[in-house]
């Protein structure tokens, strides 16, 4: 029942918001989460099933209304991030990425593809480099310039050869997703930073790095991104990580008037389960 009434709170605070910007409004939020058995922490991540939620609110989103993305994630797998950042850039009216706290690896993929970035002047992104297993990609490939190929074994010469094709394609993903942006050739350079390896996968880009990047960067968060972020705080229930009105829009103006009612029409369905 606690849980219900916190959901309720989170639909009430994405519905205040949406009316507000008049936009829809998309929360995906991973927190880390304890295994009963050992202690030990298990990280939320971006999945396939969050790609398949996000996409259906964005489907389910009029192509004139903006969308407002929440994010705040440790990053997951590339294909997911992939499709969440292409379904954004996609959109023909404006997207914009809010990051509360932090997004890092798909999640600083999924931000650069939005129309523009909104940060917290204390959040970080951080390099999108791809992971083979445990292992950065650009680490493993660095074996190949460090012995001879008689002295390495042929499983690490095969994660050399899966890592160097990692790099180049998410090199190439982050160029076309920037190259519209900043031009090719700053789109490029871009794209060598952040996928390569230049620094660890868990190095902290702030505002003032992304900046002299080159990465537009808004300071202006709404305050009440940072009410309905209160909302999603640790907790040992079962929760989604995606969320948002679970419903088709009209117009910003039909919108705004069926708002009362809708939110009602949720209160009565968790009220039913």
Known sequence: ??????????????KQLEVSRGSRVIVMIHRQEQLALFGLPLYKFISIEDSEEVLR??????????IDLILHTPGGLVLASEQIASALMEHKAKTTVIIPHYAMSGGSLIALAADEIIMDKNSVMGPVDPQIGQYPAASILSVLDKKYISEIDDETLILADISKKAINQV???????????????????LSE??????????????IEKLQNLGVAINTKVPAEIYDLFDLYQQSSNQRPSVQYIPAPYGSNKESKKSSESLVKSISKLLNTK
């Open 193 to 206: 930073i952040l996928a390569t390896g230049k620094w660890t996968h868990d190095y902290p880009l702030y």
């Open 1 to 14: 029942m606690i849980f219900k009434y916190r959901l309720l709170q989170r639909y009430n605070k994405i």
């Open 171 to 189: 090199k190439d993903y982050v160029c076309h997703i920037l190259k519209n942006k900043v031009g090719l050739e700053k789109a490029k350079q």
């Open 57 to 66: 609110a964005i489907r389910l989103t009029p192509e004139d209304m903006p």
